[in-house]
T-cell receptor
Framework: GAGVSQSPSNKVTEKGKDVELRCDPI?????LYWYRQSLGQGLEFLIY????????KSGLPSDRFSAERTGGSVSTLTIQRTQQEDSAVYLC???????????????FGEGSRLTVL | KQEVTQIPAALSVPEGENLVLNCSFT??????LQWFRQDPGKGLTSLLL?????REQTSGRLNASLDKSSGRSTLYIAASQPGDSATYLC??????????????FGEGTQLTVNP
């Protein structure tokens, strides 16, 4: 696609439910990132995928959070047993691999706004 | 651990003014620095990217500079317009071998340009 696509754009759920957020990166971009932006806060790194390498999961806030990337393209961020503090905008970004000549410029999607009641 | 600070947190100017947004970072061993714009309820739009070997980048009315040794970058906006009103974010990418490949973001500067 022309840009990074995220779905759903908005999700309202009840505390304790599981949610899945989807990201479709720019075609050809091997690097994919998930960030979280809480109200009035900066962007918080969650997880990074690069090709077939093991992902950098060091930013995931708890074991309720997980992410996968199938076939090196689409990624899904899953939050289990959601809590009210999980309410935030979840942003996905992609870039070309830097070591393959890419500049590392990051392109973001519009985000998925999650509200946990 | 890399820390990125943006000053001021908010700025309100009349239309037509030239303005400067500031970004500072604590670890000068960076790969690149990227400036973004975020409109309310939207994602981030890339404005300018400066590689660590570069001193500045220009796009239209925007000019971004980088002084790696002092840990500073500035975003200069010439002849500001109401449509420039948004939050401007600075993000630093560390060197892959020391910090993986993540970007560290500042808290942003909320800019309002009044007609």
């Amino acid at each position: 696609g022309a840009g990074v696509s995220q779905s759903p754009s908005n999700k309202v759920t009840e505390k304790g439910k599981d949610v899945e957020l989807r990201c479709d990166p720019i075609s050809g971009h091997t690097a994919l990132y998930w960030y979280r932006q809480s109200l009035g806060q900066g962007l918080e790194f969650l997880i990074y995928f690069q090709g077939n390498s093991a992902p950098d999961k060091s930013g995931l806030p708890s074991d309720r959070f997980s992410a996968e990337r199938t076939g090196g393209s689409v990624s899904t961020l899953t939050i289990q047993r959601t809590q009210q503090e999980d309410s935030a905008v979840y942003l996905c970004a992609s870039s070309l691999r830097m070591l393959a000549g890419g500049t590392g410029e990051l392109f973001f999607g519009e985000g998925s706004r999650l509200t946990v009641l | 651990k890399q820390e990125v600070t943006q000053i001021p947190a908010a700025l309100s100017v009349p239309e037509g003014e030239n303005l400067v947004l500031n970004c500072s970072f604590t670890d000068s061993a960076i790969y690149n620095l990227q400036w973004f714009r975020q409109d309310p309820g939207k994602g981030l739009t890339s404005l300018l990217l400066i590689q660590s070997s570069q001193r500045e980048q220009t796009s239209g009315r925007l000019n971004a500079s980088l002084d790696k040794s002092s840990g500073r970058s500035t975003l200069y906006i010439a002849a500001s317009q109401p449509g420039d009103s948004a939050t401007y974010l600075c993000a630093v990418r560390g060197r892959v071998e020391t910090s993986g490949s993540r970007l560290t973001f500042g808290e942003g500067t909320q800019l309002t340009v009044n007609p």
